[in-house]
């Protein structure tokens, strides 16, 4: 079983920034991309970042310039830097990973559970 886990979600006032954490645990052979995906009330879920095993980067062109999206391999973790932080950012924000178990025989998409992000004054 494998599991990821999202932390740093919560309320932050207009141009303040949050920081968001993912964890993967349980039983990985390896991970390929990491990324984040949010969905806001009423909308559809939308990729906001992702990085591949080497580094390589993909944004939302909404959140360019102003999220910034790291991994730590050796830890199975990603982080999602977030700053300029608007109201029209508030969503669940939930972490993915492409991981392979099983000796790397087979491969899944993981998500985790998701992490509140609040926007206001």
């Known amino acids: 079983q494998v599991q990821l886990v999202e932390s740093g979600g919560g309320l932050v006032q207009p141009g303040g920034s949050l920081r968001l954490s993912c964890a993967a645990s349980?039983?990985?052979?390896?991970?390929?991309?990491m990324g984040w995906y949010r969905q806001a009330p009423g909308k559809e879920r939308e990729l906001v970042a992702s990085i591949t095993s080497g580094g390589s980067t993909n944004y939302a062109d909404s959140v360019k310039g102003r999220f910034t999206i790291s991994r730590d391999n050796a830890k199975n973790t990603v982080t999602l830097q977030m700053s300029s932080l608007n109201p029209e950012d508030t969503a669940v924000y939930y972490c993915?990973?492409?991981?392979?178990?099983?000796?790397?025989?087979?491969?899944?998409?993981?998500w985790g559970k998701g992490t509140l992000v609040t926007v206001s004054s």
């Open positions: 349980g039983s990985i052979f390896s991970i390929n991309a």
């Open positions: 993915k990973a492409d991981i392979k178990t099983g000796g790397g025989f087979y491969s899944m998409d993981a």
